[in-house]
């Protein structure tokens, strides 16, 4: 991955064969971002997303294979025991120009992913809900 900083702006590009999730939360944790936003678009042909099941508080989990347009990637920065946490959401379009997505686990980059992550000079924290099963915002 590349990027190139603007004040509390980034610029991010994340080669083909990197992994999203990981390089992002990484990327965070090297530049000492604890809260924030991050929107990306891309392609991506190897992917794991989910849906929380509110029922049973699961997260059920999917792989998708193939090419994929990233059409977009939307998430946050926050922390969670001190950590980064992303929570991050995607949709992707098959080559019917389908859409498809959820909450994402991993993504391979096949061609090229592109991100604008904004840093916001705060922090803050999750803390597990017994309520809906989540790692909910501790405000
Ligand atoms: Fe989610």
Do not use: W
């Not at 509110?54 to 001190?82: C, F, Q, R, W």
Request: aromatic share 8%; charged share 25%.
């Amino acid at each position: 991955m590349k990027a190139k900083r603007f004040g509390n702006k980034f610029i991010v590009r994340i080669d083909k064969g990197e992994e999203i999730v990981e390089t992002l939360k990484q990327f965070c944790k090297d530049n000492d971002i604890k809260l924030g936003y991050i929107f990306g678009l891309g392609a991506t042909n190897r992917a794991t997303v989910g849906l929380f099941d509110t029922k049973t508080k699961k997260y059920n989990s999917k792989g998708l294979v193939g090419d994929h347009e990233i059409a977009p990637l939307y998430g946050n920065i926050s922390t969670m025991n001190g950590e980064v946490y992303l929570h991050l959401h995607i949709n992707l379009c098959d080559s019917k120009n389908n859409s498809l997505g959820g909450h994402l686990n991993s993504a391979i980059v096949s061609a090229t992913f592109e991100a604008i992550i904004e840093s916001i000079d705060g922090e803050v924290d999750r803390e597990f809900d017994e309520k809906t099963g989540l790692n909910l915002y501790k405000i």
